[in-house]
């Protein structure tokens, strides 16, 4: 069929003047072709980008047609950001020297095709989206299919053979990694909001509670004193801490006499839900519902700083070398750095086009720093530390919850339930991965 003109459809009309009336309308590119769902055949309207006007005029109709929808501001994905002397943050990123057509097609491209993920797309080769999971040099060892809700919890402990994770579909799995197979299902009371593995010793974070199982052990423990869903858990200088929605933080301590954890204490300032939780440099960070991060002392529990910089919910805390790196809905990532004074201040903004869900840090075959990041978009983006370059994209169903580092590979949760297990690949060069 002849698409670049549509002649077929032009002959059928008749008199010249119809033929130019139709002639110009049917150079206009298909809309449904752009959004990779055309089903026409033949269609009347052009499936390619039209050409740059030889006599160097343009159109009022925008023959490209795709500036208000997709083209980036390479302002904007570099970010902002204070000097502070760290002005490494951000230099040589991976979009900021494309020109402006550039950075259009890199745009209509650099999306997955949603009939392709419903194996509905007719296109093959010739569509304008993404026929695969990812872009960059990543690859898709496996998904594991089971839980019925998202993914709001991975942990991998450390030498064990077993993948757990945690669902709002109340259900811990089991897998067996070797096999990838389920080996078992918990069925639990609640939600599971968080996961943490620490030790010997696995915690879930559920509403009103923290369940506690040594793996080694099989004991199982209960931890109460949570008043909601308990939505972050983190273990630093002996204590166990977890963000809970009433807006505390909890602490318990582990006795071995008594084979326990007894609660330590419990840090107020927060006025809304503790959603994440971090401990770097003798201190615990926390990022919550009420837009601001609290810098807590770990020696005496005190909250020494309050960070309000975000416009929105802080939904992931980071520690980077002697940065604290942030997220937020409010579209940004935030870079601190201590003053000589000991407070953070705000050394660089990332900013981002989606509301930004989670961080995690990770180093790839070459041992370089990557910081992958997960959008509202149902994306993670992989970038180079502390350049921010792209080093490439991951798609999903719906949005991903929960990223969670193992040795040399890293797992994603999304919203369907489904767990991906990914790798680096040794050849940079590689582009796209396909789902088995």
């Not at 951000?90 to 095709?113: E, F, H, P, Q």
């Not at 994440?276 to 770990?298: E, P």
Request: with cysteine; hydrophobic share 35%; aromatic share 8%.
């Amino acid at each position: 069929m002849d698409f670049d003109g549509g002649k077929r459809v032009f002959n059928r009309l008749g008199s010249n003047q119809q033929q130019q009336q139709t002639d110009n309308r049917n150079q206009r590119v298909c809309y449904h072709w752009r959004a990779g769902n055309c089903s026409r055949n033949p269609c009347p309207f052009l499936h390619r980008e039209l050409s740059a006007p030889v006599n160097g005029t343009t159109s009022s109709k925008r023959p490209y047609g795709f500036a208000n929808d997709d083209q980036r501001s390479t302002t904007a994905r570099r970010g902002g950001g204070g000097g502070s002397g760290f002005n490494t943050w951000g230099r040589n990123g991976g979009r900021g020297n494309n020109n402006a057509i550039n950075n259009n097609i890199v745009a209509k491209k650099d999306r997955i095709c949603n009939y392709w993920t419903q194996g509905t797309c007719s296109f093959g080769d010739r569509c304008r989206f993404l026929h695969s999971w990812s872009t960059g040099g990543f690859a898709m060892l496996t998904q594991l299919e089971g839980h019925k809700k998202v993914v709001s919890g991975i942990a991998f402990p450390i030498g064990s053979d077993k993948l757990y994770t945690g669902s709002k579909d109340e259900t811990v799995r089991v897998w067996d990694c070797q096999s990838g197979q389920c080996g078992g299902v918990i069925n639990l009371s609640g939600e599971v909001g968080c996961m943490l593995s620490e030790g010997p010793w696995m915690f879930v974070g559920l509403p009103n509670l923290v369940k506690a199982w040594n793996v080694q052990t099989s004991a199982e423990l209960s931890l109460s004193g949570p008043v909601g869903q308990v939505y972050s858990l983190v273990a630093g200088n002996g204590l166990l801490f977890a963000g809970i929605q009433d807006g505390n933080i909890l602490a318990w301590k582990y006795n071995a006499a008594t084979n326990c954890f007894e609660p330590a204490a419990s840090l107020q300032g927060h006025t809304l839900a503790v959603v994440t939780l971090v401990v770097g440099a003798n201190r615990l960070y926390s990022g919550s519902m009420d837009k601001s991060i609290r810098v807590w002392n770990l020696e005496n529990l005190q909250c020494i700083q309050t960070l309000t910089d975000h416009h929105d919910v802080v939904m992931s805390v980071l520690c980077w070398d002697q940065f604290l790196l942030s997220c937020s809905l409010d579209k940004t990532i935030k870079v601190w750095a201590a003053t000589d004074s000991g407070n953070l201040e705000v050394t660089y903004t990332h900013k981002e086009e989606h509301g930004l869900l989670t961080l995690c840090g990770m180093h790839d075959l070459e041992s370089k720093p990557v910081l992958l990041c997960s959008c509202n978009d149902n994306s993670v983006r992989a970038y180079d530390l502390p350049s921010f370059s792209e080093r490439g994209k991951i798609f999903a169903k719906q949005e991903i919850r929960s990223i969670h580092v193992g040795p040399n590979i890293f797992f994603t949760g999304d919203g369907t339930g489904e767990v991906r297990v990914w790798q680096w690949l040794a050849d940079q060069s590689a582009t796209t991965t396909t789902p088995a």
